[in-house]
Antibody, heavy 121, light 106 residues
Framework: EVQLVESGGGLVQPGGSLRLSCAAS????????MHWVRQAPGKGLVWVSR????????SYADSVKGRFTISRDNAKNTLYLQMNSLRAEDTAVYYC??????????????WGQGTLVTVSS | DIQMTQSPSSLSASVGDRVTITCRAS??????LSWFQQKPGKPPKLLIY???TLQSGVPSRFSGSGSGTDFTLTISSLQPEDFATYYC????????FGPGTKVDIK
């Protein structure tokens, strides 16, 4: 069974840092690209970042570029999101999701339950 | 960047109703379009990918159509468990989600 379990969320002051983790199991983690998606309270889904299967290529939303860093440890089957210089507008539930493909089409087929990050003084 | 819009933003419907949600991309995305269902406090659930391919385990009352810039999600006969928010998402160029359509009980 595919499982994605996020951790590391919590309350942090503006300007602070947090590192989120996403522990993967039930599939060959090192073969899949992975994404982070966030959702502010009562709002819609917003893509944050993605990383390719070996970690050599990353991409970020403009809103987090230069502040967030996505990485992975394939030996530990774990995805990370290092978040620095946090702002109030970064307050959200953060989801990790698996990027699958079939017949040339790509989609986010499995999601974790999410971890809440609250940026407030 | 590719922008996604959805209409309506919300709708009220009854069990058994046929429901259609529209999604539009700001430029052609071929068929690189997915649909998700999300219930409060839960992660999104993939319903459809490649615009019209039903994800394994998703009931056949859900269907998707369209290509290029205009897409639709149809629920042929709304069931009680279908009351939720629905999002479209393009994967032609990175990832962008639509703003969502909330389906609630009339």
């Amino acid at each position: 069974e595919v499982q994605l379990v996020e951790s590391g969320g919590g309350l942090v002051q503006p300007g602070g840092s947090l590192r989120l983790s996403c522990a993967a199991s039930g599939f060959p983690f090192s073969s899949y690209w992975m994404h982070w998606v966030r959702q502010a309270p009562g709002k819609g889904l917003v893509w944050v970042s993605r990383i390719n299967s070996d970690g050599s290529s990353t991409s970020y939303a403009d809103s987090v570029k230069g502040r967030f860093t996505i990485s992975r440890d394939n030996a530990k089957n774990t995805l990370y999101l290092q978040m620095n210089s946090l702002r109030a507008e970064d307050t959200a539930v953060y989801y990790c999701a698996r990027w699958s493909h079939s017949s040339g089409y790509y989609y986010l087929d499995y999601w974790g339950q999410g971890t809440l990050v609250t940026v407030s003084s | 960047d590719i922008q996604m819009t959805q209409s309506p933003s919300s709708l009220s419907a009854s069990v058994g109703d046929r429901v259609t949600i529209t999604c539009r991309a700001s430029q052609s995305i071929s068929s690189y379009l997915s649909w998700f269902q999300q219930k409060p406090g839960k992660p999104p659930k993939l319903l459809i990918y490649a615009a019209s391919t039903l994800q394994s385990g998703v009931p056949s009352r859900f269907s998707g159509s369209g290509s290029g810039t205009d897409f639709t999600l149809t629920i042929s006969s709304l069931q009680p468990e279908d009351f939720a928010t629905y999002y479209c998402q393009q994967s032609y160029s990175t990832v962008t989600f639509g703003p969502g359509t909330k389906v609630d009980i009339k």
